[in-house]
Nanobody, 119 residues
């Protein structure tokens, strides 16, 4: 029933921009913190950005100043605006929801969307 669906990935040239979206259903979106992660073959999944229920944000050092995470509670959607993309940003990007229920994490993941930065 819970579903997180990423979209917006694709092939982009170095220096280009992409906007990823993650539409959530089956959760009370506004009480969930949201995050974007990415993973490449042979590497562990990396936290890219988070946004709290109060719209406070954090970023990995590698993307700070280039990426912007935001949320639209009316649309149950979290976004990741990516600019000045480099080949190092190539990865599968995953959306995650997070909340604590009685101290227990209730987390969900999307299926991922491929971002490829290449000439």
């Amino acid at each position: 029933q819970v579903q997180l669906v990423e979209s917006g990935g694709g092939l982009v040239q170095p220096g280009g921009s992409l906007r990823l979206s993650c539409a959530a259903s089956g959760i009370t979106f506004r009480i969930n913190a949201m995050g974007w992660y990415r993973q490449t073959p042979g590497k562990e999944r990396e936290l890219v950005a988070t946004i709290t229920t109060r719209s406070e944000t954090t970023y990995a050092d590698s993307v700070k100043g280039r990426f912007t995470i935001s949320r639209d509670n009316a649309k149950n959607t979290v976004y990741l605006e990516m600019t000045s993309l480099t080949p190092e940003d190539t990865a599968v990007y995953y959306c995650q929801s997070h909340r604590l229920q009685m101290g227990i994490p209730r987390d969900h993941w999307g299926q991922g969307t491929q971002v490829t930065v290449s000439s």
